[in-house]
């Protein structure tokens, strides 16, 4: 065959996109398993941490097995709940059926547009409810987790993290320890017009706030908007206290993705 002739080039072309499309789909199918496993024990990460159970870096330390084991060891319930505050259903812990960063996504768009929802409530024995927080920051989403005292007022800690906000600015949600420290004994107020408030320099005096970040305005603020809308999403479930008693019936969700 000539190898000069465009015909020679169009089947020598097919050929090595057949052969790496090949190759990547092995690929995929080989590793898909083991990341999933690894995007499960980051937000059981992310989760404990925000609960005060050691920290991101000693959870990454102790490797994927031991973080979801200490998971399964210590939460009492997971719960799901809708606007009116109701249990829909109870996440598998022995599965650690956890909710992803792309299913808080889902749940985002839903709250948005006055859909029905269904958001994790994940409960530890010791008292301590995690709950999550979704919306969009400068480059692009923001989330985390805040745990909450039994009293579901009193802030235990927080998570936070990003897809591409600027590293020394918005990417200090993540990054800086001092800036989720500000949530540790702070209160969640329903009577205020925001129950919760990310403010530019003016946080003294206010339970129910913690200052911005300097230079990051949009950062600080598409996470403010996350956390107000999800708190507000919650509120009704957050004033049953029946809902969260350790004894309660619902549909067991095993919550794995398509």
């Known amino acids: 065959m000539n190898t000069n002739s465009n015909i020679y080039t169009v089947i020598y072309t097919a050929v090595v996109v057949v052969i790496v499309a090949a190759v990547l789909a092995f690929v995929s199918q080989k590793l ?62 022995q599965k650690v059926a956890i909710y992803s960063v792309s299913q808080l996504k889902t749940q985002n768009y839903n709250i948005k547009d006055g859909k029905d929802f269904e958001l994790p409530v994940y409960i530890f024995k010791n008292g301590t409810k995690v709950i999550p927080v979704y919306g969009a920051g400068l480059w692009g989403p923001v989330w985390g987790y805040i745990a909450l005292e039994p009293d579901n007022r009193s ?25 989720r420290a500000q949530f540790v004994g702070k209160q969640i107020d329903y009577s205020d017009a925001k129950p919760f408030s990310i403010i530019k320099g003016g946080a003294k005096g206010k339970a129910n706030a913690v ?19 999800w708190l507000g999403a919650y ?8 809902l969260f008693k350790m004894a309660g019936e619902g549909e067991t969700l095993n919550n794995e993705e398509e």
């Open 211 to 229: 200052d911005a970040i300097t230079g990051a305005t949009m950062t600080s603020k598409g996470l403010d908007a996350a956390i107000v809308e």
């Open 32 to 93: 898909g398993p083991m990341q999933a496993a690894n995007e499960k024990a980051e937000t059981v990460s992310q989760i404990l941490t925000a609960a005060q159970f050691g920290d991101k870096e000693s959870w990454a330390e102790k490797g994927n097995a031991a973080t979801l084991d200490f998971y399964r060891e210590n939460v009492e319930k997971a719960v799901t709940v809708n606007a009116k505050g109701e249990e829909t259903g109870v996440l598998d812990i």
């Open 235 to 242: 509120e009704h479930a957050l004033f049953l206290e029946e």
């Open 155 to 179: 802030i235990v800690g927080a998570y936070f993290d990003h897809e591409g906000e600027t590293p020394g600015l918005g990417g200090k949600i993540k990054d800086d320890p001092s800036f």
